[in-house]
């Protein structure tokens, strides 16, 4: 058998051996951010191993819920990955834009069991605490704080906070602590610099204020609603505890954050950050392997922790996604055969070491994993502790109004604490009852 | 006999063809050419509108395919004008509306003025005036955003310079009282050219006769200013105000890069507020209602304009 034919047997023998699968475009769909690029590089051996070409379609984040929201509710075949903010699994589920994944799950010996709680309930279960799967979670992630621990070393600031708050300059322990200490830090003159204390979430047009009050909210004892009567919100979302915690987020946002910070979401606090402006920073999980290898802030000269306790818990804000296969796409066999592949412990391994965030216990419970980068023990301690927004199909209604009734009261200073929460009160009831919940 | 293009094309018709062409009135030919146009306009403009109209009835939304469409009445109208937040849209597209129509106008038209005097680099100034209203919105709003910010932006560098104390005393884009000036002025930045532009058209077509006869009859400059060229450039000055009017009614991409509407909901503007009610809301019925309030505003208020502006026209 000369070379030429042996090739041609080969070549048969191997597309036989793979079922003479077709080779796929396959296009997966996810917001613009570092992550992203982790992922791109992932998926080069998906793309060795399946035969399939991997596109992406990445979309700003201030921009990519209603690109992609748009997408799904037109019925666009553009994406046949999508992976989706945890919020959208409601409507994702209901209205038939991801395709469930219970038999395929089954089919392939992919449990569960194998994920981080908080992430199956976040990010695949539709409806929650029910084993109904439309997701696989493929992105953790939580809010919590970086902060300059370079500054926090210094003799004379220590010596100062020290004799002025009675305790050590350190990571604080609760949220009044941690005003004080972005307090100490607000207009004060560091290297011939005037810095700021913390970089919080505060912008209006997305969903940027409400991912940063939350933490404060959670804390102080807000509640999405009665835990024995869903959607009886009266008393819950606007109590005495929860007025507590929005009044505290105001004065932090009056006394502790950067002149015009009125407008800042993930971006803006990074460069706030980075450029050495603020002494801490409120902000998603997925900045901070960017933090550490930043040249004017990384490499030992920030520390990480966890959103801290308020008078009635700790809770901190949950984020990250879950990957769906978009239910109008024609590709959805070889887009199973993604999530197939990137379920895989050695994948999730993998997707660790290049920056993305796994949410598979068998890499986030590894010995080694708490000490394999400087805020690998903080991103477990938060996932411990996370709540997340609303995930109905009406969510962004929910979302926009909380964003207007927030920022009014936080950033624009109009009425009360107990106001707003009354009017957020008012106006999610009327969503509830357009959505016959009520 | 000369053989024109049209009776080469006569000639080259078959008979059988010729023979239809030739039973057509003048009218059917002519709704023949226009069939298109109409077919267009109906199917691009007026179908939506109807359907629009249609849908402000219903609670219908477009994410919910699998929901039953119901019958609301005069529910969805009903909400929104009883609603203060969207009167509280409506104020601050008065306020934009109104100051960068008053700005732009009375900046453009002294610019124009000052342009139409014969001097060395005219054409010079003119093209450098009008550099901002050739840059997209998206990145003017982007960059005021730096210009305005306290502790690095020029802006409050540049104010401070002529009214001392600490730049980073004040927000531009912060702050409740100063906001919607914010996005005030960056739009009379960006759109001053424009209505200077069209002024300098006006202007220029002022026939120097009449200058030369008012200067025959004594007439001092102020005189001539005030009987000859803003009567003669008004309906330039009036076609300014109903363009830049039209367009900022439904500014969007500025201010949404600016301030994102806020704080709170100080600069969030009609169409800034609809977009959210219908593409992330997604309440398709409430917010088809919402465009239907908007569209006879606007077009009850522009045909009153235009009314006028042919009066003007005609004296």
């Known amino acids: 058998m000369n070379a030429k034919l042996k090739f041609t047997v080969a070549t048969a023998a191997l597309i036989g051996a793979t079922g003479?699968?077709?080779?796929?475009?396959?296009?997966?769909?996810?917001?613009?951010?570092?992550?992203?690029?982790?992922?791109?590089?992932?998926?080069?051996?998906?793309?060795?191993?399946?035969?399939?070409?991997?596109?992406?379609?990445?979309?700003?984040?201030?921009?990519?819920?209603?690109?992609?929201?748009?997408?799904?509710?037109?019925?666009?075949?553009?994406?046949?990955?999508?992976?989706?903010?945890?919020?959208?699994?409601?409507?994702?589920?209901?209205?038939?834009?991801?395709?469930?994944l219970n038999d395929f799950f089954e089919a392939e010996g992919i449990t569960m069991d194998d994920f981080i709680p908080a992430t199956v309930t976040g990010y695949a279960e539709w409806p929650k605490n029910t084993p109904n799967y439309w997701a696989l979670p493929a992105f953790g992630d939580v809010v919590g704080w970086t902060y300059r621990k370079d500054w926090f070393e210094r003799p004379e600031l220590q010596a100062e906070f020290k004799e002025k708050y009675g305790r050590d300059l350190d990571v604080p322990n609760s949220l009044g602590e941690l005003k004080d200490v972005a307090q100490f830090f607000q207009g004060r003159d560091i290297d011939g610099t005037t810095v700021y204390g913390a970089a919080i979430y505060t912008e209006r047009g997305s969903e940027g204020i409400t991912m940063g009050v939350t933490n404060a909210l959670y804390n102080y004892g807000f509640e999405y609603g009665n835990p024995d009567s869903p959607y009886e919100l009266d008393g819950f979302v606007n109590s005495e505890d929860a007025v507590a915690g929005l009044e505290f987020y105001k004065d932090l946002y009056d006394t502790a954050t950067p002149p015009g910070s009125s407008n800042w979401y993930m971006g803006e606090n990074i460069d706030a950050y980075k450029s050495g402006q603020v002494a801490l920073q409120m902000n998603f999980a997925f900045i901070w392997p960017g933090v550490e290898a930043d040249p004017n802030v990384g490499g030992?000269?920030?520390?990480?922790?966890?959103?801290?306790?308020?008078?009635?818990?700790?809770?901190?804000?949950?984020?990250?996604?879950?990957?769906?296969?978009?239910?109008?796409?024609?590709?959805?066999?070889?887009?199973?055969?993604?999530?197939?592949?990137?379920?895989?412990?050695?994948i999730q391994a993998r997707w660790w070491e290049l920056g993305g965030y796994s949410a598979l216990k068998a890499v986030v419970e590894d010995p080694g994993f708490a000490t394999s980068q400087p805020y690998a023990q903080t991103f477990l301690d938060s996932m411990a502790i996370v709540k997340d927004f609303w995930a109905e199909p009406a969510y962004a209604e929910l979302l926009l109004a909380m964003q207007q009734r927030v920022h009014d009261y936080v950033i624009a200073g109009n009425g009360t604490a107990q106001e707003a929460l009354d009017g957020l009160v008012g106006d999610w009831t009327e969503t509830f009852e357009d959505e016959g919940k009520i | 006999m000369i053989h024109t293009p049209m009776d080469k094309i006569a000639e080259a018709t078959p008979e059988p063809m010729a023979r239809k062409v030739r039973g057509l009135s003048d009218r059917a030919i002519a709704w023949i050419f226009v069939a298109p146009s109409i077919f267009l306009l109906l199917a691009v403009n007026i179908f939506p509108l109807i359907w629009t109209i249609r849908l402000s009835f219903t609670n219908y939304r477009v994410n919910r395919p699998n929901r039953d469409i119901d019958f609301v009445g005069l529910r969805n109208y009903e909400r929104i004008l009883t609603d203060?937040?969207?009167?509280?849209?409506?104020?601050?597209?008065?306020?934009?509306?109104?100051?960068?129509?008053?700005?732009?106008?009375?900046?453009?038209?002294?610019?124009?003025?000052?342009?139409?005097?014969?001097?060395?680099?005219?054409?010079?100034?003119?093209?450098?005036?009008?550099?901002?209203?050739?840059?997209?919105?998206?990145?003017?709003?982007?960059?005021?955003?730096?210009?305005?910010?306290?502790?690095?932006?020029?802006?409050?560098?540049?104010?401070?310079?002529?009214?001392?104390?600490?730049?980073?005393?004040?927000?531009?884009?912060?702050?409740?009282?100063?906001?919607?000036?914010?996005?005030?002025?960056?739009?009379?930045?960006?759109?001053?050219?424009?209505?200077?532009?069209?002024?300098?058209?006006?202007?220029?077509?002022?026939?120097?006769?009449?200058?030369e006869a008012a200067e025959c009859d004594r007439a001092s400059k102020w005189r001539q200013f005030w009987t000859i060229t803003i009567p003669m450039a008004l309906p330039f000055l009036m076609l300014a105000v109903l363009f830049r009017g039209i367009e900022n009614f439904k500014m969007f991409d500025l201010v949404v890069q600016l301030t994102g509407g806020g704080p709170g909901n100080t600069t969030t503007l009609t169409s800034i507020d609809l977009k959210r009610e219908a593409f992330e809301k997604w309440r398709t019925g409430y917010s088809s209602a919402y465009a239907v309030i908007l569209f006879v505003t606007v077009f009850g208020l522009a045909s009153i304009y235009v009314k006028a502006l042919n009066k003007v026209k005609e004296r």
């Open chain 2, 84 to 211: 203060s937040d969207t009167w509280m849209t409506m104020q601050a597209t008065a306020h934009f509306l109104i100051w960068t129509i008053v700005l732009q106008v009375l900046i453009g038209f002294a610019l124009a003025y000052l342009l139409n005097m014969k001097f060395k680099g005219n054409d010079m100034w003119t093209t450098i005036i009008v550099f901002p209203m050739m840059l997209s919105p998206a990145v003017v709003g982007n960059f005021w955003t730096f210009l305005y910010q306290p502790q690095i932006g020029l802006f409050n560098y540049v104010v401070t310079f002529f009214t001392g104390g600490d730049p980073s005393s004040f927000s531009m884009i912060g702050d409740v009282q100063l906001a919607p000036w914010a996005i005030v002025i960056v739009d009379t930045w960006m759109w001053t050219p424009f209505v200077m532009l069209i002024c300098l058209a006006g202007l220029r077509s002022i026939p120097d006769s009449i200058y």
């Open chain 1, 20 to 100: 003479a699968a077709k080779a796929e475009d396959l296009t997966l769909c996810w917001a613009s951010w570092d992550p992203a690029n982790a992922l791109i590089e992932l998926s080069k051996d998906f793309e060795e191993k399946s035969g399939h070409t991997m596109n992406f379609e990445f979309v700003p984040w201030p921009n990519f819920a209603d690109r992609m929201l748009n997408e799904l509710n037109s019925g666009g075949k553009l994406c046949d990955l999508m992976i989706g903010d945890s919020q959208w699994i409601g409507g994702g589920a209901e209205n038939g834009h991801y395709v469930k």
């Open chain 1, 300 to 346: 030992g000269k920030s520390g990480y922790f966890p959103n801290p306790a308020g008078p009635n818990g700790q809770f901190a804000q949950l984020g990250g996604q879950g990957i769906s296969v978009v239910s109008y796409s024609d590709k959805q066999d070889a887009a199973l055969e993604y999530i197939k592949w990137f379920a895989q412990p050695e």
